[in-house]
Structures are given as structure tokens and as C-alpha cells.
């Protein structure tokens, strides 16, 4: 069996408005190595399903791929010790303009694990309660209805690759039964 690797030293190389970038020094094998490390304060996402079963979704540009993406609604915590579900029910409401009386839990992710610590907890709405969007002042974002089945075909076809919504979608469809 492989030795345990050893964590020395966490030295912060910078500090962002969502994240902290870390180099760890670790001995793993016996031998010294320098890991990069990001820290995230976690985030939470929704699904929301409308009366007639559609899902809500949120069209936005995204930098880091530098297109537009299409995705469950999501953001990160206030402030680290922020439940969760209440991040979820108003980015719910901040994103798509509808609010919910209950979120169900429907999983928990980390996002990239091979170098990041982000976790997010993702929920269903349902019973959704027209209401408006709260945009933050760099955010545009266009809500659209979606069909399960036609979400399943993009993840299928490649053409979804955002793994908090892949995950949501996939593990709703599972847990309902749905195709």
C-alpha cells in the first residue's frame, strides 16, 4: 500500500472575490512535491420544475469558457456559514424571477476534486411562485423552459457540460423515474 501523503506547509498565493489559491508542500512517497489548492466557500443550485414538469434553466456567459452556458441557477454562499438551502432559495428566486415555499434536497457535489474543496448542495422546486429577478449589476440572464428529455439529449450529445446541471439533471431523472 501506497504511503499516506503528509501535508507540511499551506501558503496563500492569492486571494479573489469567490476564491483562495493555495500551494500546498506535501510529502507524498517520500518524496516532496508543491500541489495547488483552491478554496471555495460553497455554493448552492436548483432545479426548478415548473407545474406542467418543465425545468427552469438560466442562460448566461460565462468567462472562464468565454460562451454562453446553460444551467440550473446557482451561486455561492454570503458568507460561509450561510445554510445551504437558504443560498438556494434566493439565488432561485435572484435568477429566474420565481420564489418556492420548500425546497426538497436532491444531492451534493464537489465540483472539481482533484484540486478544489467547492461544494455544492443542489434542490428541487416546485409550487413556484411568480416573482422577479434580482440580477446582480454584471449578470445578464435569459430563464428558459426546458423539457427533461431535450436537457437529457444535450448531456447525451456533449452539448451540456456544466457539471453541477449534468449532475441535477441526470440524478432527477433517475430518482423520478423520468426519460
Given at each position: 500500500?501506497?504511503?499516506?501523503?503528509?501535508?507540511?506547509?499551506?501558503?496563500?498565493?492569492?486571494?479573489?472575490?469567490?476564491l483562495?489559491?493555495y500551494?500546498?508542500?506535501?510529502?507524498?512517497?517520500?518524496h516532496?512535491?508543491?500541489?495547488?489548492?483552491?478554496?471555495?466557500?460553497?455554493?448552492?443550485?436548483?432545479?426548478?420544475?415548473?407545474?406542467?414538469?418543465?425545468i427552469?434553466m438560466?442562460?448566461q456567459?460565462?468567462?472562464?469558457?468565454?460562451?454562453?452556458?446553460?444551467?440550473?441557477?446557482?451561486?455561492?454562499?454570503?458568507?460561509?456559514?450561510?445554510?445551504?438551502?437558504?443560498?438556494?432559495?434566493?439565488?432561485?428566486?435572484?435568477?429566474t424571477?420565481?420564489?418556492?415555499e420548500?425546497?426538497e434536497?436532491?444531492?451534493?457535489?464537489?465540483?472539481?476534486?482533484?484540486?478544489?474543496?467547492?461544494?455544492?448542495?443542489?434542490?428541487?422546486?416546485?409550487?413556484l411562485i411568480?416573482s422577479h429577478?434580482?440580477?446582480?449589476?454584471?449578470?445578464?440572464?435569459?430563464?428558459?423552459?426546458?423539457?427533461?428529455?431535450?436537457?437529457?439529449?444535450?448531456?447525451?450529445?456533449?452539448?451540456?457540460?456544466?457539471g453541477?446541471?449534468?449532475?441535477?439533471?441526470?440524478?432527477?431523472?433517475?430518482?423520478?423515474?423520468?426519460?
Amino acid at each position: 500500500m501506497a504511503e499516506r501523503v503528509e501535508r507540511l506547509k499551506r501558503e496563500l498565493k492569492y486571494q479573489g472575490t469567490i476564491l483562495k489559491i493555495y500551494e500546498d508542500t506535501v510529502i507524498a512517497n517520500g518524496h516532496e512535491a508543491h500541489w495547488d489548492f483552491i478554496h471555495h466557500d460553497g455554493a448552492a443550485a436548483v432545479l426548478p420544475v415548473t407545474d406542467d414538469g418543465k425545468i427552469l434553466m438560466v442562460r448566461q456567459y460565462r468567462n472562464a469558457l468565454d460562451r454562453e452556458t446553460l444551467e440550473i441557477p446557482a451561486g455561492k454562499l454570503d458568507d460561509p456559514k450561510e445554510p445551504k438551502i437558504q443560498c438556494a432559495y434566493r439565488e432561485l428566486e435572484e435568477e429566474t424571477g420565481y420564489r418556492s415555499e420548500h425546497l426538497e434536497y436532491l444531492m451534493s457535489l464537489n465540483t472539481t476534486v482533484a484540486f478544489c474543496d467547492e461544494a455544492i448542495d443542489i434542490f428541487v422546486a416546485r409550487d413556484l411562485i411568480p416573482s422577479h429577478q434580482h440580477l446582480d449589476e454584471d449578470e445578464v440572464i435569459e430563464v428558459e423552459a426546458w423539457e427533461l428529455k431535450d436537457l437529457l439529449q444535450l448531456i447525451y450529445e456533449g452539448k451540456m457540460t456544466d457539471g453541477k446541471t449534468v449532475a441535477a439533471i441526470s440524478t432527477y431523472a433517475v430518482k423520478y423515474g423520468c426519460r
